[in-house]
């Protein structure tokens, strides 16, 4: 693809009468290849017009604000646009597709000796969320960025895990939002954790960086999370960060999803259908409570429904659950990011029924976005 195409193709995008300043606003067939999880076959072909109106600082700066920059940036590098953008925005990209590489590899290191000595430990477990899908979905891994290393344990192996992660030279600590300035946690800090949430607190290994580049935590990269990168004591430090659950969420306190583990090679995950639907959890409600953050679990939603799934096992978890709503609205808005429809539609048609007795569903789109749109989010063929 060349610049003369692109700018022919100028020309011919719509005029939207002022600059495009968020993800959801760049043509769909563009946004969709630069939040596929695989830069696949099937999107091969001509590039999608590249509009001339984009204000890449605001779309980069929301790119941070859902934490997919380095999907982002490399799938635009990928596609060969990278020269399109302005050199500040096109080095911040760069800077955090290097940092993601690393943080890939040190924790990936340390989520195989932690699910090894687990196994000795005859502990069942399942590694969750960000973590999990890298290796599932995401080509390379390192695009899918994840500040910490989400594990799943049955509740009778709490106390287990907790001693195999310690043997491991991991410490239950406490820091501040930043991912900075990680200290040991004290017993009552740990105590007042383990008493709100279905999860053990924060077990934390540092990796001192020798022989470190010199741009590591120098700009144009920016330390915040989900990086995990800091000086202590007058070191470059990566904090390799394990959050281990005994429940997903305390919606599903009751549940026994490691009763169906996914039974492919490599780290132990969930089965494909609990996944759709605890990531749809996730991004339908969260979006309520974490404006401009939702789009990362969009991107998974999305390349996971390019997976074959068992319709009749994910109906009867949702109806289970009773979570009708989320995935309605999360598979839907999937859909349109990928631009394939591949929901059965029976099965959209119950999903938008209320259940009886229940005033249930809600519009997240405005939340994930950031303002009010039209009903047609993201459903868009061309520029």
Known sequence: MTIAHHADGIARTRDRGRQIEGLHELPQPLLSRLLAARPDARRDGELPLLPHDVDWYAVAREAESHAIRPLFGHRLAGLGLVAELPEKVAGALEADCRHARIQHSLQQRDAERISAAMTAASVRHAFLKGFAYRQLLYSPPWVRLSGDIDILVDRANVDVARAVLRELGFTQ??????????????????????????????????FRLENAPTWLLERPYVQRPPFAFEWVDGAPTLHSCVDVHWALHFWFARATPLDHLDQAEGLPRLRLEWNLLFSSFKLYFESF????????????????????VDWPLLRSLVRAWRLEDAAFYALSAAERLSGRRVLPAALLDEWAQPARGRVGGGDFVPFLVGRRVPGDFLWRSGP
Not at 178 to 204: G, K, S
Request: hydrophobic share 40%; glycine share 2%; net charge negative.
């Open 289 to 308: 409570d974490r404006p401009r953050h939702g789009f990362a679990q969009l991107a998974d939603l999305a390349a996971l429904l390019e997976l074959p």
């Open 173 to 206: 600590a406490s820091c501040a939002a930043d991912y900075q300035n990680y200290r040991p946690a004290t017993p009552q800090e740990i105590a007042e954790v383990e008493a709100r949430h279905h999860e053990l607190a924060q077990f934390v290994r540092n």
